[in-house]
């Protein structure tokens, strides 16, 4: 699965600072290595793919950003991953500029944590491309970043995509298995590094965990839309299952559906609610959390730019000494 990330830096012009974030031919990877603190890591990173073709790039960073950015380009590095996970953050073809900073805020991400090594791949979820320019556009894309995949459904929301997705994943990826499944969308910011370490301590199968949605005395139900992990067994289970579609209970309230599923199903017995470190950001932008997980309701760029100014992304990434940037 894991491409050479050199292998489509042909020319200068593409080794723009944030093009190497997101190496072409792998899907977004975050390794949270032990290592990472080492000067050995560190010098892996991203100035190796860009040495040459532009020398310019090494010197917009500080060092703190470059040590994010090997975090992400450290994953060719041949580790054994502790867990792995596939981010699938489900969206359509047309959302082209909410991809690209979700893109960014994906390779962006904080300073892993000291320990473990998690294996992180990120992709974008379409279903069929019917629209010719849309296919066009879409494979241009899918051809530069390599972070896409295009299921066998029509888009449409509540029209079984979840369903399609949860039941692909299993099939496109049986060569290498994940042990977790996550489904999210293109207006939840993930940290990645704060759910790998809830996740490192889970099982690693009949797992369901996300931010429960209670209903009567039930806490968790099911778990709401903004991002939900499964087990690569319960993904399995699911696309083998075919009382679901025998019942065509993949129409409807999707993630709510998913929980009925696994009720019925009597599967995904190890359920964990992150609640209050998933959350929907509100109107004022002012419940964001240092311990967040994810925060969702990113719907224009004025709230991903307080998201990313919060978590301190945008802190520091480019030297105060740069004259070609003059940011406020
Ligand atoms: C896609 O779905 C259609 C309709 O259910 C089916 O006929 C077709 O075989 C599927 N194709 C693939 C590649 O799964
Ligand atoms: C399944 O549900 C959808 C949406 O409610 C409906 O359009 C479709 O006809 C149903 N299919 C079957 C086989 O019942
Ligand atoms: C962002 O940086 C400031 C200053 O270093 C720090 O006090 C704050 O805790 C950081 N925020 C988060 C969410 O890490």
Same mark, same amino acid.
């Given at each position: &699965? ?21 190496? $072409? ?43 994010? &950015? ?74 530069? @970043? ?9 888009? %449409? ?8 997705? $949860?039941?692909?994943?299993?099939? $496109? ?73 025998? @019942?065509?209970?993949? @129409?409807?309230?999707?993630?709510? $559906? ?42 224009? %760029? ?9 978590? %301190? ?9 740069? %004259? ?5």
């Amino acid at each position: &699965m894991k491409t050479t990330s050199s292998h489509g830096l042909h020319s200068a012009s593409l080794c723009t600072p944030y093009l190497l974030l997101v190496p $072409l031919g792998l899907l977004a990877a975050l390794l949270v290595l032990p290592s990472l603190g080492s000067s050995h890591a560190r010098s892996e990173g991203l100035g190796v793919l860009c040495r040459g073709a532009g020398a310019d790039a090494d010197g917009y960073y500080t060092a703190a950003a470059k040590e994010n &950015m090997a975090a992400v380009a450290a994953a060719d590095a041949p580790a054994q991953p502790e867990l792995s996970l596939l981010v699938g953050v489900l969206t359509m073809p047309g959302r082209r500029e909410r991809r690209d900073i979700v893109r960014m805020a994906y390779a962006l991400q904080p300073p892993p944590a000291p320990a473990g090594v998690a294996r992180v791949d990120v992709r974008f979820v379409f279903c069929g491309v019917s629209d010719p320019v849309d296919a066009a556009l879409v494979a241009v894309e899918a051809a530069r @970043h390599g972070d896409i995949l295009v299921l066998n459904c029509t888009e %449409n929301m509540n029209d079984g995509k979840t369903h399609e997705y $949860l039941s692909a994943v299993p099939r $496109l990826f049986a060569a290498a298995p994940y042990d977790y499944v996550m489904k999210t969308d293109d207006d939840t910011y993930l940290r990645v590094a704060a759910l790998v370490e809830e996740l490192r301590t889970k099982p690693r199968d009949d797992v369901y965990l996300g931010h429960g949605f209670a209903v009567g005395d039930d806490p968790m139900p099911f778990m709401h839309g903004m991002g939900y992990v499964v087990s690569w067994d319960v993904a399995a289970w699911v696309s083998t299952n075919q009382e679901i579609l025998r @019942h065509n209970d993949t @129409h409807g309230p999707e993630d709510l $559906l998913v929980g009925k599923w696994l009720n019925i199903g009597g599967k995904g017995k190890n359920r964990y609610n992150l609640k209050p470190r998933m959350y929907d950001l509100n109107w004022f932008m002012d419940n964001f959390q240092p311990d967040t997980i994810a925060v969702h309701m990113l719907k224009d %760029n004025r709230r991903w730019a307080a998201t990313f100014k919060y978590f %301190n992304v945008t802190d520091g990434i480019i030297k105060p000494s740069s %004259n070609l940037y003059h940011l406020p």
